[in-house]
């Protein structure tokens, strides 16, 4: 029985870990797209530099865009396998919950006959 509750906290933990990552990679991906809307509207002619270190390189906005675009579509395949985690997570979770019941049921049931 501690087992079980012992898997149960670290499962409902590692659930929790998940789902900060899913925030976090949703932030990403909010501003990654912010970033990509903005070099949609700024003209073809227009400066923009990329931060690498304690430096900004100029780059050209094809070259930006593909960078931005890049990274979306790796943020985008992150939040997936993340929830395919958490799905699996869930599942689970949910056979620890049935195996907890169970086995106070049964608990229950040694106490009941036992007295």
Do not use: H
Request: no cysteine.
């Amino acid at each position: 029985m501690e087992d079980l509750a012992r898997n149960y906290q670290e499962k409902q933990s590692e659930l929790t870990g998940f789902v900060d990552s899913i925030k976090k990679l949703e932030a990403q991906l909010q501003e990654n797209t912010t970033v990509y809307n903005e070099l949609e509207r700024i003209d073809g002619d227009s400066n923009i530099y990329k931060q690498i270190g304690p430096t900004l390189v100029k780059q050209t906005q094809e070259e930006a865009k593909t960078n931005v675009q890049t990274r979306l579509d790796f943020i985008k395949k992150e939040i997936a396998r993340v929830e395919n985690q958490i799905e699996g997570s869930k599942v689970e979770f949910a056979k620890l919950k049935s195996a907890i019941v169970q086995a106070q049921t049964e608990a229950a049931s040694k106490a009941n006959a036992s007295s």
